[in-house]
Nanobody, 123 residues
Framework: QVQLVESGGGLVQAGGSLRLSCAASGNIFSISTMGWHRQAPGKQHEFGEFVATITSGENINYADSVKGRFTISRDNAKNMVYLQMNSLKPEDTGMYYC??????????????WGQGTQVTVSS
């Protein structure tokens, strides 16, 4: 069974930084794609977006809205994935979910999701 636990969210002023962490249990972390999904306030989960993903081979993709500001990384030895967020903007506000997509699936909804951590950026 896989469990994901996020931490590191909080309230920060625009221009500030936060580092989100996600701890994964289970034994499929190293062969899975990891992602950070953002759900904006008042928006349903299915209308959120993946702001960053990283494959088991460390191929990385970012949403255009965060390129150059966010950095995703993973530590397979610790079963951890991180999201370093710099130059934060008010529009980065939202609930950030860590997600794991197993190597045998192309569907994130068939994977595992954490409970989320709130990020609030004040102007």
């Amino acid at each position: 069974q896989v469990q994901l636990v996020e931490s590191g969210g909080g309230l920060v002023q625009a221009g500030g930084s936060l580092r989100l962490s996600c701890a994964a249990s289970g034994n499929i972390f190293s062969i899975s794609t990891m992602g950070w999904h953002r759900q904006a306030p008042g928006k349903q989960h299915e209308f959120g977006e993946f702001v960053a993903t990283i494959t088991s081979g460390e191929n990385i993709n970012y949403a255009d809205s965060v390129k150059g500001r966010f950095t995703i990384s993973r530590d397979n030895a610790k079963n951890m994935v991180y999201l370093q967020m710099n130059s934060l903007k008010p529009e980065d506000t939202g609930m950030y979910y860590c997600a794991l997509r197993p190597s045998w699936s192309l569907d994130w909804s068939a994977g595992y999701w954490g409970q989320g951590t709130q990020v609030t950026v004040s102007s």
